[in-house]
C-alpha cells in the first residue's frame, strides 16, 4: 500500500521539478540571500530620515550642599551648527544614491554569474558535440589505415599519430563531461529542484546581432551602476567635508532651561544674634538663656559691657516668586580670533579630491568598455573567417570537386570533413570568449541591473 502511495508523490514532485531553463535559471537571482541582503540594505537607506532639530540634549542635575535642600534641574540642548543641516540632507541623498546604484551592481553581478554559468554549460555541450564527431571522424581513418596496412602507400606514423589523437579526443570527451557536470552542480545551488537542463543557444544573439549592437559603440553615462556608484561616493564625501566644516561655526555652544528646587524642610542658615535680639522687643526673645550661656554673660548690662555675640543656626524660608525659580543658561562662542579660511580650505581640497576620484573611475570605466568592445567585434570578425571556411567545405559542389581531385581517397575526404570540425571548434571557441567579453560589458554598462528584462543578452544596449 505503501508504494502506491509513494509513486503519485515521487511522480508528482517530478513534474514540479521540470527542466532548467534559462527563465528559470535568470529569476532565481531574485531568491539569492546577496540580493535580499542588497535589496534590504537599499530600502532601509532609501527611507525616509528624520529631521534633527539638534546635535544633543541632556537632562542636568546639580546638588547644592549635602544637606539635600537645593536641586537645580537644567535641560540643555546643544543646536545645530550653521550649515550642518544641509550638509546632512546633502549627504543622506548622497548615500541613498549610492546604496541604490551599489543594489544594481549587486544584481548584476548575481546576473552575470548565471548568464556565465549558462553561456559555459552551452559552449561547452557544442564542443562535446564537435569532440564526437572528430573522435568518429579519427576512429574512421584508423580503420582505413588498418585496411591499407598491407599497401604501399601505408605508413605506420600516421596510423600512430592517428591513435595518439584519438586518446587526445577521448581525454577532451572525458573533460567536457566533467565540466558539465560541475555546471549544473553549481547551478543546482541556485535552482536546487531541477530534473534536467534546458538550455539551448537559441536564448543567445547571434553574432550578427551582437556586431549590430555595438557597431556604434557603448557610449558611457549616469545610468551606468558603476558610474552611478562613484557618483554617490564622490557627493558623500563632499557632504561628509561640510559636515566637518559646520562643526566649526558653532557659535552657540548650548541653550538651558533649568529649575532650582529648594526644600523648607532642610533648610538652614547661620545667624549673628546680639543683646538687642534677646533683650527687650528683640525677635529671638526665646534664645535669651542660650545666648547668656553661649556668650558668658549675665543680664543685658553686663552683655552690653562685653559687647556679646553668638552664631545660632535657624530654620530658612524660600521666599522667592514662582517666575524666579526658572533660570536660562546660555553659552556662546567667540569666533573673533579663529580664522574660516582653514575650514574653506579643507573643504575645497575635500571636493578636488572626491571629484579626481570621480573623473578616475568615470576614465576607467570607459577603457575597459571601450577595450572589451573592440576585443568583441575583432573576435567576431575572426568567428565569420572560420564560419565561412566551414561553409565552405560544408557545401556539396566543393566536396564533390573535392573527391574527383582526390581521386576518392577515403583519407583525404576524413582530413576534409576533420578540418571543417576544428574550424567549427574554432568558431565555438571564439562564440564563447565572446560572449564572456558581452558579458563583461553588459555588467560594466549596468545592462544586467535592469529589472523586469527576461533576456538581459538580447534586449542590451538597444
Given amino acids: 500500500m505503501k508504494r502506491f502511495v509513494a509513486l503519485p508523490i515521487m511522480l508528482s514532485a517530478a513534474l514540479y521539478a521540470g527542466p532548467l531553463t534559462w527563465d528559470r535559471l535568470v529569476q532565481s537571482a531574485q531568491t539569492d540571500p546577496r540580493f535580499e541582503a542588497a535589496q534590504k540594505r537599499s530600502e532601509a537607506t532609501s527611507s525616509p530620515r528624520n529631521t534633527k532639530l539638534w546635535d544633543k540634549m541632556e537632562l542636568r542635575y546639580q546638588l547644592d550642599g549635602f544637606s539635600f535642600a537645593k536641586h537645580d534641574f537644567e535641560l540643555r540642548m546643544s543646536p545645530k551648527t550653521f550649515g550642518e543641516g544641509s550638509a546632512d540632507r546633502e549627504r543622506y541623498e548622497a548615500n541613498k544614491s549610492y546604496e541604490l546604484a551599489r543594489f544594481g551592481v549587486e544584481r548584476s553581478l548575481l546576473l552575470y554569474d548565471r548568464y556565465e554559468r549558462g553561456v559555459r554549460y552551452v559552449m561547452r555541450k557544442k564542443i562535446n558535440e564537435i569532440n564526437k564527431q572528430l573522435l568518429q ?56 529542484d531541477f530534473d534536467g537542463v534546458d538550455l539551448d543557444s537559441s536564448f543567445l544573439p547571434t553574432m550578427d546581432e551582437l556586431a549590430q549592437n555595438l557597431s556604434n559603440g557603448v557610449e558611457v553615462n549616469e545610468n551606468f551602476p558603476l558610474v552611478a556608484m562613484a557618483r554617490g561616493k564622490r557627493d558623500a564625501e563632499v557632504a561628509q567635508a561640510k ?201 560594466y554598462a549596468g545592462i544586467l541591473a535592469r529589472e523586469g528584462s527576461a533576456n538581459h543578452l538580447r534586449e542590451a544596449l538597444k
Fill in 243 to 443: 559636515q566637518d566644516v559646520s562643526k566649526g561655526r558653532d557659535y552657540i555652544s548650548h541653550i538651558g532651561v533649568g529649575y532650582s528646587l529648594q526644600i523648607e524642610s532642610r533648610m538652614e542658615k547661620y545667624k549673628e544674634l546680639d543683646p538687642s535680639d534677646v533683650y527687650g522687643n528683640g525677635a529671638y526673645s526665646d534664645y535669651r538663656e542660650r545666648f547668656n550661656e553661649k556668650a558668658g554673660c549675665d543680664n543685658l548690662a553686663d552683655c552690653l559691657d562685653k559687647d556679646a555675640r553668638a552664631t545660632f543656626l535657624f530654620p530658612d524660608k524660600d521666599d522667592r516668586k514662582t517666575v524666579d525659580k526658572f533660570f536660562v543658561n546660555l553659552a556662546f562662542r567667540l569666533p573673533f580670533f579663529d580664522s574660516g579660511k582653514d575650514g574653506d580650505l579643507k573643504l575645497q581640497v575635500a571636493k578636488l579630491d572626491a571629484e579626481s576620484d570621480y573623473l578616475a573611475d568615470v576614465r576607467d570605466i570607459n577603457q575597459k568598455v571601450a577595450r572589451l568592445t573592440e576585443e568583441v567585434l575583432a573576435m567576431i570578425g575572426q568567428w565569420k573567417v572560420q564560419k565561412e571556411y566551414v561553409q565552405q567545405v560544408n557545401a556539396s559542389g566543393f566536396m564533390e570537386q573535392f573527391a574527383i581531385n582526390s581521386g576518392s581517397d577515403p583519407l583525404l575526404l576524413l582530413r576534409a570533413k576533420e578540418s571543417s570540425l576544428e574550424s567549427d571548434m574554432k568558431a565555438v571557441k571564439l562564440e564563447y570568449d565572446i560572449f564572456v567579453r558581452y558579458l563583461e560589458l553588459l555588467n
Fill in 137 to 192: 571522424v579519427n576512429s574512421d581513418r584508423i580503420e582505413v589505415l588498418h585496411l591499407k596496412s598491407g599497401s604501399a602507400s601505408f605508413n605506420p606514423e600516421d596510423l600512430m599519430a592517428a591513435l595518439e589523437k584519438g586518446a587526445t579526443l577521448k581525454a577532451d570527451l572525458l573533460s567536457d563531461s566533467t565540466a558539465l557536470r560541475d555546471a549544473e552542480l553549481k547551478m543546482k545551488i541556485w535552482v536546487p
